[in-house]
């Protein structure tokens, strides 16, 4: 994967708010994109993903969105929750490989 | 049903030791793959089993890093002569197969190992 060194990129919103995280990725040949959420001291957890021929996927309070023509995904969460603080991965692969290429996360902050 | 399982969960081991690291996939996954992930980073890829077939060993860092699987059931990870720059979070993830459109991976909560 890649990495930014110890300091995640940091997103704080306010509890209620609309959250959006960013994510560029790198191999337009890839076709399946996937967002996790890894709260401190857990593993990764799936939350939802999208297939390349689609730009937007819709689940409980979550959306996203896929740009294929400037390599971008974002993840939208609706009416943020104190339990939505957590450091968010983009993964991405291509449907004939088995390998997720993480990207380096954004870590989201929920102020009460 | 139960989740990916991985023990322990921390280890703190001295520099030059081997340590041995297990994962317990989910009942019926076929692929199993380890990760490390480092303070503040994403995952790295490091191994990849699937069924019977030779595992992707591409990911492993030094030839001191090797891992085993046996069937589709429990793997190993083993790190030898361990050094401080291997100290990270070591993740297990599992999946139904390597093919299909949604193929999702479910991760453990990880190994968190620290080489003093």
């Known amino acids: 994967g890649e990495s930014v060194g110890l300091h995640l990129p940091t997103l704080s919103v306010q509890e209620g708010d609309n959250s959006i995280i960013n994510c560029a990725y790198s191999?337009?040949?890839?076709?399946?994109f996937i967002w996790y959420k890894q709260e401190s001291g857990k593993g990764p957890q799936f939350i939802i993903d999208?297939?390349?021929?689609?730009d937007k996927r819709q689940g409980q309070r979550v959306t996203v969105l896929l740009n294929k023509t400037v390599k971008h995904l974002s993840l939208q969460i609706a009416a943020t929750q104190p339990g939505d603080s957590a450091v968010y991965f983009c993964a991405e692969k291509k449907d004939s490989s088995y390998k997720l290429i993480f990207g380096s996360g954004t870590r989201l902050l929920v102020r009460p | 049903g139960a989740g990916v399982s991985q023990s322990p969960s921390n280890k703190v081991t001295e520099k030059g030791k081997d340590v041995e690291l297990r994962c317990d996939p989910i009942s019926g996954h076929t692929a199993l793959y380890w990760y490390r992930q480092r303070l503040g980073q994403g995952l790295e890829f490091l191994i990849y089993f699937q069924g019977n077939s030779a595992p992707d060993k591409s990911g492993l860092p030094s030839d001191r890093f090797s891992a085993e699987r046996t069937g589709e059931s429990v793997s190993t990870l083993t790190i030898q002569r361990t050094q401080q720059e291997d100290s990270a979070v070591y993740l297990c993830?599992?999946?139904?197969?390597?093919?299909?459109?949604?193929?999702?991976?479910?991760f453990g909560p990880g190994t968190r190992l620290l080489v003093l």
């Open positions: 191999n337009s040949a890839s076709d399946y």
């Open positions: 993830a599992s999946s139904r197969s390597r093919t299909g459109v949604l193929e999702t991976q479910y």
């Open positions: 999208i297939r390349s021929n689609m």
